[in-house]
């Protein structure tokens, strides 16, 4: 062979070797991450269908224990934004692995614990392994996949986590149901090691060669606020504290975030950089989107409640039930690229918003009487909406950020993104504990959870007012359009 044909081949080979490249980003690399969305997600879906089981094994009110969820919630919020700086510091696959350990500890430890107080403290811990598992897992994503690949890299990172909200139901039902809710921890451990093994196996140590100061003024400043905020939020209404308290750490709370306000104003590297608020895009998929996972976060406390303290299901067919939105979610997110082709990002997330705020809140309509094939082909559809717009408010945010600066606008996505979701539980336990005064009730009853239904689908309506005011050309290279 003459070495004009040899050249000639090894030029015909070459775009080959980089398409199977860019095939390996985008499905492998996700799928990788996937492991760890998988863990999340099945965690978060399992302790929400146990929590009345919890909740008597720890001789509480279920409603009280809603702490036990938003400690957590918490404990993202306040260990995200220093996310990015760590993993361009110590490299995305180090800190990836290190992040899923942790939280695979502290599963354990939760399975362990013996009193409420020790729960809701494993709980802040794993939600600390949390911070850094889901976020540095969507920088490598970003980071690996070609922009016009993105919204292809994000369905498959988000249907293996689909699965998630699929089999917890079933899991942590039948366990609570047949065994003990200590058991529902300890799933976490073999995908954990499955993660962390194909991670160190496939995944590139991703690091920025050079890394600014960390900003230790505004991180003290953002943690110490939103802890007391949260914290002041989720107890406002409860026996923990007493309201004096509770209200003196939302006060100080809200006084020290303001404080990080000022702050990251006149910083030049601030932890969380506000900067971003400024695109259109951003401002629609994190802060009008911030709304919507509010609404969609209370489902984590209500549905759960609805069915088993409501209806007197027991906690295996509470998840038979709830698996549906994720059935739903399941088979949507594949289709979502095809919508965003035809459709563009400024309707559906718009009008999709409407018409799942519409199916947050029928599910107030539910009775005890009510067949369970009607509650599962709304909770079907329900689900369907709410993955379209998840995919596509996720994908929106980055469509004018630039590759340099995806570490900090991940940092602050994922910050707004978890403390919505955290406060998505917390104002649908206040919504669910006025009505249950207003209603004159001793206990919960079912007809106490209708008007949390209804005021929580409003509350996710309100995030189609930034989708509404985007250009109508919003996000087109992203959805290939």
């Known amino acids: 062979m003459s070495s004009s044909q040899f050249s000639s081949e090894a030029v015909a080979a070459a775009p080959a070797q980089v398409a199977q490249s860019r095939a390996r980003s985008t499905v492998l690399v996700p799928l990788i991450v996937a492991c760890a969305f998988f863990m999340e997600q099945v965690d978060a879906t399992v302790i929400s269908t146990a929590l009345p089981v919890i909740a008597r094994d720890f001789g509480m009110d279920p409603v009280a224990l809603k702490l036990g969820l938003s400690s957590y919630l918490v404990s993202l919020a306040v260990f995200i934004p220093i996310s990015g700086w760590i993993a361009d510091r110590f490299g995305a696959c180090k800190v990836f692995c290190a992040a899923m350990a942790t939280f695979m500890v502290s599963s354990m430890l939760c399975g362990l614990s013996r009193s409420f107080e020790f729960f809701v403290i494993a709980r802040f811990i794993q939600g600390i392994g949390g911070a850094m598992m889901v976020p540095v897992g969507r920088i490598v994503v970003v980071r690996t996949v070609q922009r016009e690949d993105l919204v292809t890299a994000f369905t498959y990172l988000t249907v293996p986590a689909t699965l998630g909200p699929v089999t917890g139901p079933l899991l942590g039902g039948f366990i609570a149901t047949a065994l003990t809710w200590r058991w529902i921890f300890f799933i976490n451990v073999p995908f954990s090691i499955l993660g962390i093994v194909l991670a160190l196996r496939f995944i590139e ?122 059935i739903g979610g399941l088979f949507m997110r594949s289709l979502t690229k095809k919508v965003l082709d035809v459709v563009g990002f400024r309707r559906v997330l718009s009008l999709n918003a409407l018409l799942s705020s519409v199916a947050i809140a029928f599910i107030g309509v539910f009775t005890a009487r009510t067949s369970h094939l009607a509650m599962y082909l709304v909770l079907l559809v329900m689900g369907g909406l709410h993955a379209i717009q998840f995919t596509s408010l996720n994908t929106i945010a980055y469509a004018e950020i630039p590759d340099r600066e995806v570490s900090q606008a991940t940092s602050l996505l994922a910050t707004v993104q978890q403390l919505s979701l955290g406060m998505g539980v917390t104002i649908g336990a206040l919504f669910l504990q006025t009505s ?46």
């Open 205 to 326: 140590n991703i690091r920025e060669p050079e890394v600014p100061a960390v900003d230790v003024s505004g991180f003290v400043l953002s943690a110490s606020g939103l802890s007391l905020f949260m914290f002041g939020l989720s107890t406002i209404n409860e026996r923990l504290i007493s309201r004096y308290w509770a209200g003196a750490f939302l006060f100080f709370g809200t006084i020290i975030i303001a404080a990080y306000l000022r702050h990251a104003r006149v910083s030049s590297q601030p932890i969380v950089d506000l900067k971003y608020f400024r695109k259109p895009t951003f401002l629609c998929g994190v802060g009008g989107g911030s709304f919507f996972r509010i609404g969609v976060g209370s489902l984590a406390l209500l549905l759960p409640l609805l069915l088993q303290v409501g209806f007197g299901l027991n906690p295996f067919q509470s998840g038979l039930l709830t698996c549906s939105s994720a």
């Open 436 to 481: 249950n005064f207003l209603q004159g009730h001793s206990s919960l009853v079912s007809s106490d959870f209708w008007p949390a239904f209804l005021a929580v689908g409003v509350v996710a309506a309100f995030s189609s007012y930034s989708a509404f005011r985007l250009p109508p050309t919003a996000g087109e290279q992203m959805a290939g359009r």
